[in-house]
């Protein structure tokens, strides 16, 4: 019996499960992080912070799950810890760096999961698998036990399939959690629309989903999101050089993560003095966006998620994250929901959903689980 069926009898569960990504320490296993260069890592001598409160809260663990290689990816694609299948098209990349966390959702093998989000890796692979995922507010939930130890970005979030699961999850891993705040009534809201140039499909399924909402809508402005997503950029190749460069000498970090830390290491004390300036920026920037809404609204990305076969065939994937890693670089909470694509003009539709996201106030984490909560009844109701 390995070190897991001997702390967590899964033969008689009651209660929901959920499942934690390995970059996540569960005490009496080993956190590789996806990589072979942790094979021979020992095993965690004591849970996260957020593990400890999930099992303190009732929620049953049932098993780590896969990611891209040290959080440092967006396709999911793992060549050695494996990478796991989107449950909504298996032709089509998992997202990462969440990935395993993602498809445990979506592939109904987990009521939630735990992944984390440094540059937008809870975000993409919930819009790309097709589920809710959520980075709170940076600062809101610990940290404490997650790997990388240091960043300025990352934050520990929830995935799940309902609303209404993805708000327990944040009761038991945010102390001050306000559950009857994230279940209030938001028929009555104001959202603020930001303009993306987003591929035709995501902009008509975020359209026909607000549509739905009957919520009141401005048009707000973010001009600095382009610099911001640069910005994130070098601060996450930075911190991630910082926290695994060494490895790479030992010859068994994957061919695509080496090639990124490699380059990483290049990224001068200018580049992150001049990311910090634009970070001042652009908060500032979102919170003058968000004065007098509830929310922004956006894609989660410009586009519906590319297949394995072009990424192997050699397309570029770094924009994908282009609207999601600069609310990394701001720390302001940001949620996704998956949306239906409606028929396009040529009469072909997809089963693929597309991701809406929310963006709140630093702090109104509660608030954006309320506007989910909504969106999905009102989807729910006009697909009736």
């Known amino acids: 019996m390995n070190a897991f069926a001997e702390r967590f009898d899964l033969g008689d569960l009651h209660g929901p499960t959920i499942a934690i990504k390995d970059c996540i320490d569960i005490a009496g296993m080993p956190t590789r992080a996806g990589s072979a260069a942790l094979s021979d890592i020992l095993p965690a001598q004591r849970d996260a912070v957020v593990v400890d409160a999930l099992i303190r809260a009732g929620w049953h663990i049932v098993g780590k799950t896969n990611m891209h290689e040290l959080a440092y990816g967006m396709t999911g694609i793992n060549p050695w810890a494996g990478t796991p299948v ?6 089509l990349i998992p997202g990462g760096s969440s990935s395993g966390s993602a498809v445990a959702v979506g592939a109904c093998e987990a009521d939630a999961a735990i992944g984390s989000d440094t540059g937008g890796s809870i975000r993409l ?16 939930v610990s940290r404490r036990g997650a790997w990388p130890r240091e960043s300025s970005l990352d934050c520990v979030g929830p995935f799940a399939r309902d609303a209404l ?6 009761q038991a891993i945010a102390l001050d959690f306000d559950a009857r705040k994230a279940t209030a009534p938001a028929a009555k809201a104001r959202v603020g629309i930001i303009a993306t140039g987003s591929d035709a499909p995501v902009e008509a399924a975020v359209a026909a989903a607000l549509d739905a909402s009957g919520w009141t809508q401005e048009v707000r402005a973010l001009p600095g999101l382009h610099a911001a997503f640069d910005a994130g950029l070098t601060v996450i190749n930075q911190e991630t050089w910082a926290a695994f460069g060494h490895l790479v000498e030992g010859g068994r970090v994957g061919d695509d993560v080496a090639r990124r830390l490699k380059a990483a290491s290049a990224t001068t004390a200018d580049d992150r003095q001049a990311a910090e300036r634009v970070r001042i920026a652009f908060i500032e920037e979102v919170n003058l966006a968000l004065d007098g809404v509830d929310a922004l609204v956006l894609p989660t990305l410009p586009a519906l998620p590319p297949t394995l076969a072009e990424v192997a065939a050699g397309a570029s994937i770094i924009t994908l994250s282009r609207l999601v890693r600069p609310f990394n670089l701001s720390g302001h909470p940001a949620l996704s929901i998956p949306i239906p694509v409606p028929v396009m003009g040529s009469g072909r539709t997809t089963s693929v959903k597309a991701g809406l996201q929310l963006v709140g106030r630093k702090g109104d984490d509660e608030r954006l689980c309320a506007l989910a909560l909504h969106l999905e009844q009102a989807l729910q109701k006009s697909d009736h």
């Open 86 to 91: 989107n449950p909504q098209d298996p032709d």
């Open 125 to 140: 692979p919930a819009a790309c698998c097709g589920v809710l995922g959520m980075k709170p507010t940076f600062g809101r």
């Open 165 to 170: 699961l993805l708000t327990g999850v944040m």
